[in-house]
Structures are given as structure tokens and as C-alpha cells.
């Protein structure tokens, strides 16, 4: 692994070469600065020092970048696709498109995990469960810097959204389980609250565990890159729990 991290930050040789035809296969188009790329690839446990200051060169600016640019093109084109829905529709259809747990599952469809640089550890990629999700956000970042906002636009909604995304089946299959929760301890006269368990991760990458209590007993946890997303996926389970014991 080691030897492949050198060989991939060496500008010069065929692993360049394979670099560069893996992004062409994946963007549609071919890489100007192939730099931006590599850079975009490079998880914080591969990370190296470039000056006296002590930063550390990894992805994790792009990824900023990207993640901005990404959130903005899909609320563009949901909110022109559905011009006659409320704004908490098009949040909740944004935020099941780029969530953590739907990005990270894209970028392995697009084969981005194979090339991303890490320290080679196998706890490394446990620990950091959003690095896949991760290095597609940097990716988008680099096309940005590298191509413009037109060409990083087109590799979002023709490359990403499109072929990957049933559109008609998220906005179909769209339970909040919360409010279902909710609506059923109204209606069984039942205590329900949610509490956040846990949290795990860096400030920009934490994961939770939240916890549905009916009536004082724990009943489900779940998880997620949000305190919404884990009392989501806490509800489902209670929903699921409550659905068996009819």
C-alpha cells in the first residue's frame, strides 16, 4: 500500500497515466490538473506535511468545497423539477440524495473507493465510515477547480443523479418514521421521547446514536451522520418492533 501511495504521488509514470484514465472513466472527461485529483483522493490518514507549520495535505479541503457545490446543484435541480412542492419536500428529498450512508454507497457504485489512499490499515476504514462519501464530495470539489461550476454541474446531474438516483421512487418510498411514531403514541396514549446516546467521530464527520423511550423503556437505537438521521432510523426499528407484535 505504501509503495502505491509514493507511486501515486510521483507526477510522473504509468501510475499518472492509470490515474488519469480511471477519472476520464469516471467523470465523462479528461482531467486538466491531474493534481487536483490525487489530492481529492488522499484520506486524512495518508495525509503529509508540506511546510513548517505542520498542515497536512489531504482531501478534506475539497471535500469542503465539494460538499457545498454538491448540496447547491441537487436543490437547483429538485427545486426546478418540482416547482409546486413546500421547502421541507425538497429538504428531505435533497438530504436522502447526500446523505453520508447514499453518498458512501455511490461512490463504491462508481468505483471511487478502489483508488482512494489511506494508511492501509483495515481499522482505518472502520473507523472512518464516511470516507468513501468523502473522497465523492473532494472529487466534486477538484472537478470544480479544475473544470468550472458548468462542466462540475453536468458531471452531478448526468454522471450521478441520473443513472443512480430513481427519483420517482424516493419521493414515493419517503416514511418519516418520527412523525409515525409520534402519531402512534398519540393515539395508544403512550409516553414516547427520542434522546441522543452518542456521539462519535471529528466535529465535521460525527456519527449518533439515538434511542426510542416509550413510556420510560428503551424500545430501539439507530444511527446516523446526524441527530435527525439516527432518531430516524431509532423510529425505524420501533416501527418495525411495533409491527411484529400485532
Given at each position: 500500500?505504501?509503495?502505491?501511495?509514493a507511486?501515486?504521488?510521483n507526477?510522473?509514470?504509468?501510475?499518472?497515466?492509470?490515474?488519469?484514465?480511471?477519472?476520464r472513466?469516471?467523470?465523462?472527461?479528461?482531467?486538466?490538473?491531474?493534481?487536483?485529483?490525487?489530492?481529492?483522493?488522499?484520506?486524512?490518514?495518508?495525509?503529509?506535511?508540506?511546510?513548517?507549520?505542520?498542515?497536512?495535505?489531504?482531501?478534506?479541503?475539497?471535500?469542503?468545497l465539494?460538499?457545498?457545490?454538491?448540496?447547491?446543484?441537487?436543490?437547483?435541480?429538485?427545486?426546478?423539477?418540482?416547482?409546486?412542492?413546500?421547502?421541507?419536500?425538497?429538504?428531505?428529498?435533497?438530504?436522502?440524495?447526500?446523505?453520508?450512508?447514499?453518498?458512501?454507497?455511490?461512490s463504491?457504485?462508481?468505483?471511487?473507493?478502489?483508488?482512494?489512499?489511506?494508511?492501509?490499515?483495515?481499522?482505518?476504514?472502520?473507523?472512518?465510515?464516511?470516507?468513501?462519501?468523502d473522497a465523492?464530495?473532494?472529487?466534486?470539489?477538484?472537478?470544480y477547480?479544475?473544470?468550472?461550476?458548468?462542466?462540475?454541474?453536468?458531471?452531478?446531474?448526468?454522471?450521478?443523479?441520473?443513472?443512480?438516483?430513481?427519483?420517482?421512487?424516493?419521493?414515493?418510498?419517503?416514511?418519516?418514521?418520527?412523525?409515525?411514531?409520534?402519531?402512534?403514541?398519540?393515539?395508544?396514549?403512550?409516553?414516547?421521547?427520542?434522546?441522543?446516546?452518542?456521539?462519535?467521530?471529528?466535529?465535521h464527520?460525527?456519527?449518533?446514536?439515538?434511542?426510542?423511550?416509550?413510556?420510560?423503556?428503551?424500545?430501539?437505537?439507530g444511527?446516523?451522520?446526524?441527530?435527525?438521521?439516527?432518531?430516524?432510523?431509532?423510529?425505524?426499528?420501533?416501527?418495525?418492533?411495533?409491527?411484529?407484535?400485532?
Amino acid at each position: 500500500m505504501l509503495g502505491f501511495v509514493a507511486d501515486l504521488f510521483n507526477f510522473s509514470g504509468s501510475a499518472d497515466k492509470q490515474l488519469g484514465k480511471a477519472v476520464r472513466q469516471i467523470t465523462g472527461s479528461r482531467p486538466r490538473n491531474l493534481r487536483l485529483y490525487k489530492l481529492a483522493l488522499q484520506h486524512t490518514s495518508a495525509a503529509r506535511e508540506i511546510n513548517a507549520s505542520g498542515f497536512r495535505e489531504s482531501n478534506e479541503r475539497l471535500e469542503y468545497l465539494g460538499d457545498a457545490i454538491l448540496g447547491a446543484v441537487i436543490a437547483d435541480f429538485l427545486f426546478k423539477k418540482f416547482p409546486f412542492k413546500e421547502e421541507g419536500f425538497l429538504t428531505e428529498i435533497r438530504s436522502r440524495i447526500v446523505n453520508r450512508e447514499s453518498l458512501n454507497a455511490l461512490s463504491k457504485k462508481i468505483g471511487l473507493n478502489q483508488l482512494i489512499v489511506f494508511d492501509g490499515n483495515r481499522r482505518t476504514a472502520l473507523t472512518h465510515k464516511s470516507m468513501h462519501g468523502d473522497a465523492l464530495e473532494a472529487l466534486v470539489g477538484a472537478i470544480y477547480l479544475d473544470k468550472g461550476f458548468e462542466a462540475t454541474r453536468r458531471f452531478i446531474i448526468q454522471r450521478l443523479l441520473k443513472p443512480h438516483f430513481d427519483l420517482e421512487n424516493i419521493v414515493q418510498n419517503n416514511p418519516n418514521h418520527k412523525s409515525l411514531m409520534i402519531e402512534w403514541a398519540q393515539r395508544a396514549n403512550k409516553k414516547l421521547h427520542f434522546q441522543i446516546l452518542e456521539e462519535r467521530g471529528a466535529l465535521h464527520n460525527k456519527e449518533f446514536t439515538a434511542q426510542v423511550v416509550i413510556d420510560g423503556q428503551p424500545v430501539a437505537t439507530g444511527t446516523g451522520y446526524s441527530k435527525k438521521k439516527a432518531e430516524q432510523a431509532a423510529a425505524a426499528k420501533a416501527c418495525e418492533l411495533l409491527e411484529t407484535k400485532k
